[in-house]
């Protein structure tokens, strides 16, 4: 098995060089490296949560700073430290279950007395801790009777009690890491089938004999198009082209082979078409704190255009897009610049050179930027793979799936003897 650093650089490497972009994409390499990351970690007896932390945040620092653009990295990070602090806990409740078993025992002599709904009400507890991973939860509970088993005197003393405990952290800090990784594993399962997800919930929203309008290219708008499609729903889809990199080109031409009534429009015609439209649904590249969306360059000139003419603008986007972080974070990078040549070919951009001053400075300038700042007044409905949301209800969803503790990924500086 290759070295975990290794794979550390290999992807800290692809992100640096952009070999690896989007959401989907980086999410999911993500999940998987911290989950090798995870298996292979030796933790100690004491402290186990910690080590792990420490061990995911390491590598998490690294990711980030590779490329802060991608937040789905850091999203995913984040959702792991989260699953380990979760699964943590309910070790922990689960021990304390067992001596509070062991306690009523010693006291009053009678172990079949009240077991059972000391253990049912400990199993509620702890299933309403963690409610975002029921396979993990079931194999909580159905090893609960074990862990709080009333525990035998033993005739050896001091030092068999000694060994048991010893055994007993040993179990705990197997049962925690494989605890955790099958909760990645169910983390990576819902990445890779978020687009399945949300495309089943099409044909709620899509009606026959509407008009659609997208811009650009993105996998989960066409699923869910051609989800709909697929229902017998009859519809024309409008496609902005997305310039520059007119990746709506490539999106016209999917949903033509699937099918769909599509028409190819320029971007500077949305707001002349939009008048026409019953809805936008568009993809995402970011769901901040705060609702609002960072997406491809120009959403933000359709999301205006919608609002103006009282359109719904729906943003369809996986749970890894949803960032616990605000616009304003220092740490968000809402931007970056693409290269000028899918503007204007260096050929001609050599033409508007001033080469009088002696210096070749340019006279002509060219910004690419990549993304849009959508704010959540703009946008009507999010739709992801656990439903459709308010932008006002994110803030939950955020607390559903992240942990304050978080949301800084800087491990703290180890004392100064």
């Known amino acids: 098995m290759p070295d975990v650093q290794t794979l550390v650089n290999e992807l800290l490497f692809k992100l640096k060089k952009r070999k690896i972009e989007g959401s989907h994409a980086t999410a999911r390499q993500t999940a998987i490296l911290l989950r090798l990351v995870i298996s292979q970690q030796r933790i100690p007896y004491t402290h186990q949560a910690a080590a792990l932390i420490d061990a995911v945040k390491a590598v998490g620092e690294q990711l980030v700073a590779a490329n802060p653009v991608e937040l789905a990295v850091g999203n995913i990070v984040r959702r792991v430290l989260h699953i380990i602090r979760e699964e943590d806990l309910s070790l922990s409740t689960v021990a304390m279950v067992g001596l509070n078993v062991s306690a009523v025992s010693d006291d ?3 172990t079949d007395q009240d077991d059972h709904p000391v253990l049912s009400a400990a199993a509620v507890a702890a299933a309403s801790r963690n409610t975002l991973r029921p396979p993990s939860l079931q194999t909580l509970l159905e090893d609960l009777p074990d862990s709080a088993a009333v525990p035998h005197t033993s005739s050896s003393g001091d030092d068999s009690e000694g060994k048991s405990k010893s055994a007993d952290k040993s179990s705990r800090s ?5 605890d955790v990784i099958e909760a990645v594993n169910e983390l990576i399962e819902d990445i890779s089938t978020s687009h399945e997800q949300i495309a089943e919930q099409a044909v709620e929203h899509i009606h026959q004999n509407e008009v659609i309008l997208t811009l650009g290219s993105s996998r989960t708008v066409l699923e869910f198009l051609c989800a709909a499609k697929e229902k017998k729903r009859s519809f024309r889809v409008f496609v902005a082209e997305g310039a520059p990199r007119y990746q709506g080109h490539l999106l016209a031409k999917e949903l033509v082979a699937r099918g769909l009534q599509t028409t190819l429009i320029a971007d500077s015609a949305v707001f002349a078409m939009i008048s026409r439209v019953n809805m936008v649904i568009v993809g995402a590249h970011a769901v901040m704190a705060n609702g609002g969306v960072i997406a491809p360059v120009g959403l933000n000139m359709v999301a205006l255009a919608a609002q103006r003419h009282a359109v719904p603008f729906v943003v369809l ?31 001609e951009f050599s033409d508007c050179m001033d080469f009088g001053s002696g210096m070749g400075s340019p006279l002509l300038h060219v910004v690419n930027p990549t993304f849009d700042y959508v704010p959540p007044k703009l946008v009507s409905l999010f739709i992801t793979d656990t439903g459709g949301h ?9 607390a559903d799936y992240y942990s304050t503790d978080d949301l800084v990924l800087q491990r703290k500086p180890a004392p100064v003897n």
Not at 174 to 178: E, F, G, S, T
């Open 108 to 110: 009053e002599g009678d």
């Open 174 to 178: 197997r049962r925690l890491k494989h």
């Open 317 to 347: 986007a996986g749970s890894h897009k949803l960032c616990p972080l605000y616009p304003h974070n220092p740490e968000v990078l809402l931007n970056e610049l693409r290269s000028p040549s899918e503007l204007l070919d260096f050929g």
């Open 390 to 398: 308010n932008p006002s209800y994110v803030y939950r969803l955020i």
